[in-house]
């Protein structure tokens, strides 16, 4: 059984940072991208960036809204992608979900983890 | 950056209806890139189709997509108690991944 699963949300102070984690089980991870999405209390879904695979040279990219403050890193070894999350503002509360993507219909999420940016 | 703008935003039906859920982008796409989702609360997002009207592994046959260029639907054949929920359009782009705003599929 394929699992994703988030971790390190919580609270954090406007201008502070956090790091999110997303591990996964049951599928090859290392030829996934690995994509974050996240979405604000009764909102819509929000894409933040993603990582390709080692096939893609590691290739970023980022949405406008949190480029230059987020970097998404992964270490395949471990199985892992990293969401680490600087300058936060109080529009960055939402819940985060990473999902890992490839061919046709390959296209896990985990369960999310809650970002509160609260002073 | 395309924009993805999904209509009606909330679809009132009963169970056994038809539905029929429309996706406009701001700008012609790659039907390869179109994905529809659905969310129910609390959970993740899911995929149910892919490359505009494939369906994703296990989604029953009563789910359809279809479209091209800037147009694209999803239609729910016969709406089961299960399919209450919101959808979202997605572009999943070489760059960049953009969502619709979603349509809240509800019980009339």
């Known amino acids: 059984e394929v699992q994703l699963v988030e971790s390190g949300g919580g609270l954090v102070q406007p201008g502070g940072s956090l790091k999110l984690s997303c591990a996964a089980s049951?599928?090859?991870?290392?030829?996934?991208?690995i994509h974050w999405v996240r979405q604000a209390s009764g909102k819509g879904l929000e894409w933040v960036g993603r990582m390709r695979s080692k096939f893609n040279n590691y290739a970023t990219a980022y949405a406008s809204s949190v480029s230059g403050r987020f970097t998404i890193s992964r270490d395949d070894s471990k199985n892992t992608a990293y969401l680490q999350m600087n300058s936060l503002k109080t529009e960055d509360t939402a819940v985060y979900y990473c999902t890992a993507t490839g061919a046709d219909d390959f296209d896990y999420w985990g369960q999310g983890t809650l970002v509160t940016v609260s002073s | 950056e395309i924009v993805l703008t999904q209509s009606p935003d909330t679809l009132s039906l009963s169970p056994g209806e038809r539905a029929t859920l429309s996706c406009r982008a701001s700008?012609?796409?790659?039907?390869?890139?179109l994905a529809w989702y659905q969310q129910k609360p609390g959970q993740a997002p899911r995929l149910l189709i892919y490359g505009a009207s494939s369906r994703a592994t296990g989604i029953p046959d009563r789910f359809s997509g279809s479209g091209s260029g800037t147009d694209f639907t999803l239609t729910i054949s016969r709406l089961e108690p299960e399919d209450f929920a919101v959808y979202y359009c997605q572009y999943c782009g070489s760059s960049l991944w953009t969502f619709g705003q979603g349509t809240k599929v509800e019980i009339k």
């Open positions: 049951g599928v090859t991870f290392s030829g996934a991208a």
């Open positions: 700008q012609s796409v790659t039907s390869s890139f």
